[in-house]
């Protein structure tokens, strides 16, 4: 079992950033890959960032290319997803999943507000 804790959102203005952790507990991370995802309200849970093994490749949503940056610390077991430049459609909850071949695992998930 991986328990997966999301934190560091929160509300900030238009243009602003955050950094988001995803802290896991029960295995290494290091064995899965894992991805960020969001949920705005009425819409569909929609993936944003993904990191691989030992963080050889990255993936992003169009939507976020070039603003959000994901990042992986195997020593802190810990994913980061470092958002710059927000804007008020980024404003969703976010959650943390790692994924390997027979496991798939998500945290409770963080609340991002932008304002414009």
């Known amino acids: 079992q991986v328990q997966l804790v999301e934190s560091g959102g929160g509300l900030v203005q238009a243009g602003g950033s955050l950094r988001l952790s995803c802290t896991a507990s029960?295995?290494?991370?290091?064995?899965?890959?894992v991805s960020w995802f969001r949920q705005a309200p009425g819409k569909e849970r929609e993936r944003v960032a993904t990191?691989?093994?030992?963080?050889?490749?990255?993936s992003y949503a169009d939507s976020v290319k070039g603003r959000f940056t994901i990042s992986r610390d195997d020593g802190e077991n810990t994913v980061y997803l470092q958002m710059n430049n927000l804007k008020p459609e980024d404003t969703a909850v976010y959650y943390c999943?790692?994924?390997?071949?027979?496991?798939?695992?998500w945290g409770q998930g963080t609340q991002v507000t932008v304002s414009s």
């Open positions: 990191i691989f093994w030992r963080g050889t490749s990255t």
């Open positions: 029960g295995r290494p991370l290091i064995n899965y890959i």
């Open positions: 999943n790692a994924n390997a071949i027979s496991d798939d695992y």
